[in-house]
């Protein structure tokens, strides 16, 4: 099985539910270089840590080619394009728990290449990102009602 780290498989993150783009995701990401380091240089700096901190999760979407990426209705700019971001919930406890012990760790600088954790949709799901290459990670945790108005997480 093909790993990007030790708890991050290649399959997982590139998986989809959209079967029409399952072809086309891995036509785009196995056709980067680039887009592969990315995701193992997200892996290792931003997933693992969250992880061990948080437990196991449950990867919801990883990767997006862009035609998946409109398709799903991800922002135009978003890191998942980028193979700089997942969606997922923790098993062990809820997104909201998850991000709380996220806000504190960040403040402790103890993750910090994570750019952002977002609670997406009131608990529905965790989204966590790095920052792009040449760009200093912005260390926040932040929670959404609806998808665009955000809020700190204190
Ligand atoms: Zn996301």
């Not at 539910?17 to 680039?34: A, K, N, P």
């Not at 997933?47 to 991800?74: D, H, M, Q, T, W």
């Not at 728990?97 to 954790?117: C, N, Q, T, W, Y």
Request: net charge neutral; proline share 4%.
């Amino acid at each position: 099985m093909e790993r990007l780290s030790p708890h991050l498989t290649v399959a997982e993150f590139l998986a989809t539910s959209h079967r029409e783009f399952v072809t086309e995701q891995e036509r785009v990401w196995y056709g980067s270089r680039v887009l592969q380091a990315e995701a193992r240089r997200f892996a290792a700096s931003v997933f693992e840590p969250i992880r061990a901190l948080v437990g196991p999760i449950y990867v919801s979407s990883g990767f997006r080619c862009e035609a998946l990426n409109k398709a799903v209705g991800g922002a135009q700019r978003s890191h998942h394009r980028l193979s700089l971001a997942l969606d997922g919930t923790p098993m062990e406890m809820s997104v909201r728990e998850a991000l709380f012990l996220i806000s504190h760790a960040m403040r402790r600088g103890e993750l910090p290449f994570v750019d952002k954790a977002i609670d997406e949709f009131r608990g529905r799901w965790l989204h966590i990102q790095a920052a792009e290459v040449g760009t200093k990670p912005e260390c926040v945790a932040l929670s959404t009602a609806d998808g665009v108005v955000f809020a700190e997480v204190a």
